[in-house]
């Protein structure tokens, strides 16, 4: 969209690099190496409000970063319980104001409030749990999908947390990495 900015996550220089909409170098946005050492993102996702939000495999941990680039939340402890992670891979904001966290490591998706407390641990209605959700995106129908790369399927949720469908199912046949929705 004219006017919007292209953020990348460059994992190898372990830094957010800015771009303009037409493709232009901007800045470094975020470096974690001076001033957020410990920190080694693996995803970044963006709000449409300009928020930004990561996630750390290595420290098993979710960011959530102001528009002026200050720590909303920082939340994450390695462990099997609930609200604990093992290797995020990835998190999107969704519905009102709720952050979806694919929790690689421990075969489940983790639903945040926007404040970053545990809201709930989400399930596909009695049938088995994730294999390995890599990826999950909000869609612009306020419904999570989840891209379950062992399990062979993209598991689509509605704002109030249901299952509501799966695409796909057999592994030997999909083995999604990654999911976007769009109105086109």
Known sequence: AYGAYVFVLDYAGNQILRYDHKGAYLDVLIRFVSGFARM?????????????????????????????????INTGEYGWARGSFNRPSKAAFFGAELIA????????????????????????????????????CGGPDGHLYVADTAGGAV??????MEHLVSLGG?????SPSAVAVGWN
Do not use: C, K
């Open 40 to 72: 080694r993102p693996a995803s970044l996702t963006t709000s449409p409000g300009g928020r930004l939000l990561t996630t750390d495999a290595e420290n098993h941990a979710v960011t959530v970063w102001s528009p002026l680039l200050d720590i909303e």
């Open 155 to 160: 598991h689509v949720f509605s704002p109030a």
């Open 170 to 174: 057999d592994p030997d046949q999909m």
């Open 101 to 136: 966290v694919a929790d690689f490591g421990n075969r489940r998706v983790q639903v945040l409030s926007g404040a970053g407390g545990l809201e709930r641990v989400l399930d596909r209605a009695g049938a088995a749990p994730f294999e390995s959700p890599r990826y999950l």
